[in-house]
């Protein structure tokens, strides 16, 4: 089924990749890959049960994207439990590994990138989730605006704490480039949008 699908990693990717070795985050960076692959694979999973078919897989900064065209023929109820398998996947394995091998680096790990895609923000796993369970129960168009006007609030608070953090304690620069990071993306996600 997935025979003909393209993989490829983005030059923002890679330069994230670079930079946080060079942070010194080198004992990290294999528990979040191994727990970043995990999470696809949860999405990967449900899709093929699915029988959807996946074109490509992107790795970009703000993460994985996999194209798959026909998951939007799928039902409100199963293109959301697409949508949550891959965070879902890091929770149990969080819970798992902090509570039989007590492996709390790996768990640690599976918890932020589990709770950090289920923030509902467009483009992470949250946001889509935050936009049709609005469209299961109102229409797409309402959905958009308000999963719009949440992406917005949300984006705004983590901006304003990650600042106040830094400002106040001297620490959480990782934070805020992580927020501006994100409101970047915002950007780029819209400017292709207007392409179409």
Not at 99 to 125: E, I, K, M, T
Request: hydrophobic share 60%.
């Amino acid at each position: 089924m997935w025979r003909s699908t393209k993989f490829r990693i983005s030059s923002g990717a890679a330069l994230l990749l670079v930079l946080a070795l060079l942070w010194g985050a080198a004992p990290v960076v294999p528990h979040v890959l191994v727990a970043a692959v995990c999470h696809e694979l949860g999405h990967l999973v449900v899709l093929w049960c699915f029988h959807v078919p996946v074109e490509a897989v992107v790795v970009t900064s703000m993460g994985a994207v996999i194209c798959a065209p026909n998951q939007e023929r799928l039902s409100y109820p199963r293109e959301l439990l697409a949508v949550l398998a891959g965070a879902g996947v890091n929770l149990l394995l969080a819970v798992i590994f902090a509570r039989v091998s007590g492996d709390y680096l790996f768990a640690g790990a599976n918890f932020l990138l589990g709770v950090y895609n289920l923030l509902p923000v467009q483009g992470l796993d949250g946001g889509r989730a935050l936009y049709l369970l609005i469209a299961w129960r109102t229409e797409p168009f309402t959905a958009q605006r308000l999963a719009a006007l949440v992406n917005a609030v949300v984006l705004a608070v983590l901006l304003g704490v990650s600042a106040a953090l830094l400002y106040f304690t001297g620490s959480g620069l990782f934070c805020l480039v992580g927020a501006a990071g994100m409101i970047f993306g915002q950007f780029r996600v819209a400017k292709r949008e207007r392409k179409r």
